[in-house]
């Protein structure tokens, strides 16, 4: 029997506060009906003084172990993946690690932006086929309000806070994670960055991105990852029955749901509630549609991603 990764609980945390675009309005140069053309975002959540993305990432985590019905004793690996760390170091996932009281396993972060949860789902899925664990707690999780220059409306615009993790366990069954496909090509570094950081400035610095570049590569990019898990598995477009992408904007979702010949009714979209999350976008995404039924076992399900660096990457999941 093939062993395999598979999700067995889903958990996710947003802030409280709400930030609506009409709110946003007030203080920067732009309007609703703007905003929403452009990017099919209505509102985002706004992180508190106090809340950390270690804080944050812990909730989701809570409601992960709960889903699964697990206790964090049975969890050997704490995976987390984001671009907003609480420090320098220690990572954020000791702190995450420290707060659930687990003091056994190990736990290390992953950067790699908006694709980072596909890339720490890749570790946990390596990890449990090589023997190295048996349960891995993944998480992804941002406070990207706080790197945001909010005189600038091209960004500000874009993005919010919030959390989502998974449970993935080892199983010997059909179902699972099939395939993970990671890529990443740095000669497009400049396009989308946050400037400044520790070996450079001391200080830490401010989204910055280039839109209509990163748009353009991402509806290839992200076309390509999916044909390359399918043909991994001998699927074809037409066998996936769930999209579960990064919701960076609704124009992308749309845009890569088109050229695969999907209705945008197979694709989960939480964009304009949430806005861009980063890393933990998809998480969120998919907590969402396990918790509300749409996705059932047995289905097809495919996961992707595209963020700075430009790093790139797609899961294929047998629900």
Known sequence: ??????????????????????ELAETVDTSDQWIIERTGIRQRHIA????????????????ALEAAKLDVSDIDLIVLATATPDNTFPSTATKVQALLGMHHGAAFDVQAVCSG??????????????????????????TFSRILDWEDRATCVLFGDGSGAVVVEKSAGEGGVLSTHLHSDGRYGDLLYVDGGPSTTQTVGHLRMSGREVFRHAVVNLANVVDEALAANNYQRSDIDWLVPHQANLRILTGTARKLGLSTDQVVITVDKHANTSAASIPLALDVAVRDGRIQQGQLVLMEAMGGGFTWGAALLRW
């Open 117 to 142: 949860f596909i890339f720490a789902l890749s570790i946990a899925d390596n990890f449990i086929k090589a023997g190295q664990a048996e349960r891995v707690l993944v998480i992804g999780a941002e």
């Open 48 to 63: 508190a003084d106090g809340e950390t993305t270690a804080s944050i990432a812990y909730q989701a985590a809570l409601r």
């Open 1 to 22: 029997m093939t062993t395999r990764s598979k999700i067995i609980g889903t958990g996710s945390y947003l802030p409280e506060r709400i930030m609506t675009n009409a």
